[in-house]
């Protein structure tokens, strides 16, 4: 083997490989060199440590066989020397190798320059090669989501389920597609080019049930397996609803139409067989949406109506609510099944609560407040009320508005917002009506708790021991009896803040009266639910200005009184009501300003007692309920009354506070159990129950005057008879319940005190 240079081509590197002889002299032309092939495409995937390589064969006459590139060129960074792998005195078998590990995707080509001669470099002939290099996307698949079939049953067996997909991408490829189970279909077993591959399902003779299997792809060029689980799920058809979820946007522009919406209700066979099919039931989860069929069959299909309830929608206030409608069905195998449809509702909408003062007289003029919600000056221009054209309203802020009412006739003059949907946005009105009161006696025995309802003349009595609600109305010369009802355990009654009904609370549920007809059946407003066994009674019940209002429930055991929880209820809105977590509390009791605008809790018998809290709706940022301040730190509250001006609190029937909590002066007591005083609408009197062996009268004391420490009494108003006998405790145990109880006329002339004994009506002007 002999070696030389060739140094006019530029070799980059060389091989020389000879062998003996090799000709001598300058006679003839005895060398030659031919390529297996001119050119030699290599392979190589993107990122790949490995070598892709090629053989060529050379063969030649002469003293052997150099390589390089052409004139002026380099070697590229990819292309590595070629490597003799064997050779003869004629033949040479190059390796020619190239390294694409950072190399961009792309085909990258240089040429090669193979040379032979005499030893003497002389009589030289070259062949060229070109070397081409393509950096590939490499071989995968893929899935989307895993290849999960499911058909159901009663569907043509021979029905292919799908179709599902496998990606292959890579270049370069020669790829097959097989599976171990007959069910897998494809729609090629083989290929060269990427793409997605079609995969299905085929019951065949297959049983109910989840059947498994597996698919391999494999790339022959790179001898790689890909390998991917199949699920085909054969069961009974289940239901099938044309929408997956419902979205409602509401705003004064929006049509009423838009308040409905169509569905489908079908299942997997889309309806087609009815030995297949399933018999349904669908609920709501909020009382704003409703559907025109509570159940149905999927076989044939169903149209459903899903429709926001307008009455509801019409006092809901401006925010996202989500619910669902409930499907629970039955499938063919028997199996119990539930399905959900998701509903978003969005609003935005002012909203009328309350009209405080909602009842007026006739022929004078007033300044009223209307109390609601997301009120914006944009809004005002929608705003009236009916019959009252010359109203002149003015927006204060997002939950007020000052109403300047003319002088008007009786009747009802309702608020509204005028939307393009024909809601009102509106829970207020306001009504014209005169004062029809007067003094009397009514004979109904057992301690009572009063409501009055001064627009329809009517006095209504609770009467706890027998469940009783009894209702009074003066027809001009004595209150007769009107209609007595009887409602298991109830407590307390309420008027709401726009007079159109009562609302009662029960010990286990709250109903709704309509005030115009007490006799019509009752609303069922909230029932404890089944299973739940309270022995609480509910104390008390009172709305504050927005018809928002609170609810004392003290919890009784083997006849000894406890804990009170409060709870928070809206009587607009009508939702269960919901609970505090305030702290301890012991005897609860509650009270309202007559106006609305404040609420009150006080306690006693909590040691120490805890101060009485103070809600005011002017400030609703936190709640409708209203900011919670303490004024008056004094516990121990056996009853607390609000003046009508809002100036007073009377606590215990024995001191008097102004808002500030100032003690300002105090009544004259006689043992804190025979106590029972009330204020004024104005806040400034107080009448005081005096009880002696030869009769009742009301004590009348100035609260204008200085105490000294106790206020001046300036006058005594009889009875017409005892509401109590003489001796009997009025603060009773347990339960803080009181035998008498009191309320006044708006304008403070007519005192309503009802006791064991019976109910008086007393003019104290």
């Known amino acids: 083997m002999m070696r030389f240079r060739v140094v006019a081509l530029a070799l980059l590197f060389c091989c020389l490989w000879g062998c003996g002889g090799g000709g001598g002299g300058d006679g003839g032309d005895d060398t030659s060199i031919s390529l297996s092939t001119s050119s030699i495409t290599l392979d190589a995937d993107l990122g790949s440590t490995s070598f892709a390589s090629s053989t060529l064969t050379v063969n030649f006459r002469g003293a052997g066989v150099v390589v390089g590139t052409l004139p002026g060129q380099t070697m590229p960074t990819w292309l590595l020397s070629p490597v003799p792998e064997n050779s003869t005195t004629t033949q040479v078998v190059f390796s020619v190798r190239a390294f694409a590990y950072s190399m961009p995707r792309g085909t990258y080509t240089t ?123 054969i069961r009974p058809a289940r239901i099938a609803l044309s929408a997956s979820t419902f979205d409602y946007t509401v705003t004064p522009q929006t049509l009423a139409t838009e308040f409905t919406r169509s569905l489908t209700v079908s299942d997997e066979l889309n309806g087609t067989n009815a030995a297949k099919g399933v018999t349904w039931t669908a609920t709501t989860g909020a009382p704003w949406l409703t559907l025109s069929s509570g159940a149905g069959s999927s076989a044939s299909n169903q149209q459903l109506t899903v429709s926001l309830d307008s009455a509801r929608l019409n006092v809901l206030p401006s925010g996202t609510y989500n619910t669902s409608i409930t499907f629970n069905y039955q499938d063919s195998g028997g199996s119990a099944r539930t ?39 944009v809004d005002m221009s929608s705003l009236s009320v009916d019959g009252a054209s010359a109203a002149t309203l003015t927006r204060v802020d997002a939950d007020s508005v000052t109403l300047q009412m003319p002088a008007l006739g009786a009747g009802v003059y309702p608020i509204r917002f005028n939307t393009a949907s024909g809601l009102t946005r509106s829970a207020a009105r306001v009504v014209v009506q005169a004062s029809n009161l007067g003094e009397g006696v009514i004979q109904s025995p057992n301690a009572k708790r009063l409501v009055l309802d001064e627009q329809r003349g009517r006095l209504i009595a609770i009467d706890r021991t027998q469940s009783q609600l009894e209702s009074y109305r003066w027809n001009g010369a004595t209150w007769a009896a009107e209609i007595t009802l009887t409602i298991p355990e109830i407590a ?36 404890l639910p089944s299973g739940q066994n309270r022995t609480a009674s509910f104390n008390t019940i009172q709305l504050n200005e927005l018809g928002v209002g609170l609810i004392a429930q003290t919890y009784h055991f083997a006849g000894l009184s406890g804990n009170t929880s409060i709870l928070r ?80 609190i009377l606590q215990s029937f024995a001191q008097v506070y102004n ?59 009889a009875l017409p008879a005892d509401v109590i006998q003489y001796n009997a405790d009025i603060a009773l145990y347990p339960g803080a319940t009181l035998s008498v109880a009191a309320v006044m006329s708006r304008d403070g002339r007519y005192l309503f005190l009802a006791g064991p004994e019976r109910i008086v009506v007393v003019d104290v002007n």
């Open 111 to 233: 040429t090669l320059r193979f040379v032979t001669g005499r030893e003497d470099q002389s009589h030289l002939k070259t062949a060229d090669l070109t070397v081409t290099l393509r950096v590939n996307t490499p071989f995968n698949a893929s899935v989307a989501a895993p290849l999960a079939f499911v058909q159901a049953d009663g569907a043509t067996s021979a029905t292919a389920v799908g179709p599902s997909a496998i990606q292959i991408v890579g270049e370069n490829l020669q790829w097959r597609a097989t599976a171990n189970q007959p069910w897998v279909g494809f729609g090629a077993t083989s290929g060269t080019q990427a793409g997605n591959l079609t995969i299905t399902a085929n019951r065949q003779s297959l049983p109910l049930g989840v059947h498994t299997a597996q698919i391999s792809i494999i790339d022959d060029r790179r001898n790689r397996t890909l390998t991917f689980p199949v699920t085909f799920e």
């Open 339 to 377: 399905a959900e449809l998701p509903v978003t509702l969005n609003v935005r909408m002012p909203l009328a609560r309350a009209a405080s003062p909602y009842l007026l007289a006739p022929g004078a003029g007033a300044t009223l407040r209307l109390r609601g919600q997301d009120i914006r000056d």
């Open 492 to 527: 307390d009654a309420v008027l709401t803040r726009n007079g159109e009904e009562v609302i009662v609370v029960a010990r286990h549920a709250i109903y709704a009266l309509d005030a115009d007809d007490l006799s019509q059946p009752r609303t069922e407003v909230w029932a």
């Open 569 to 648: 209820f809206d009587s607009i809105l009508r939702d269960a009501p919901t609970g505090f977590n305030f702290e301890s509390l012991y005897e609860a009791q509650l009270a309202q300003s007559p106006t609305g605008r404040y609420l009150m809790v006080g306690e006693y018998g909590v040691s120490p007692p805890i101060a009485p809290w103070l809600y005011d709706s002017d400030d609703i940022a936190t709640g409708l309920l209203g900011a919670r301040t303490t004024p008056i730190q004094t516990g121990g509250s056996i009853a607390i009354q609000i003046s009508h001006s809002e100036t007073r």
């Open 659 to 717: 808002f500030s909590g100032q003690l300002l002066g105090r009544l004259p007591t006689g043992g804190y159990i025979q106590n029972f005083a009330t204020l004024s609408p104005n806040g400034e009197r107080a009448y005081r129950l005096v009880r002696t062996p030869s009769g009742s009268s009301l004590a009348v004391h100035d609260l204008t005057a200085t105490p000294t420490p106790e206020y001046p009494e300036i006058d005594q108003v």
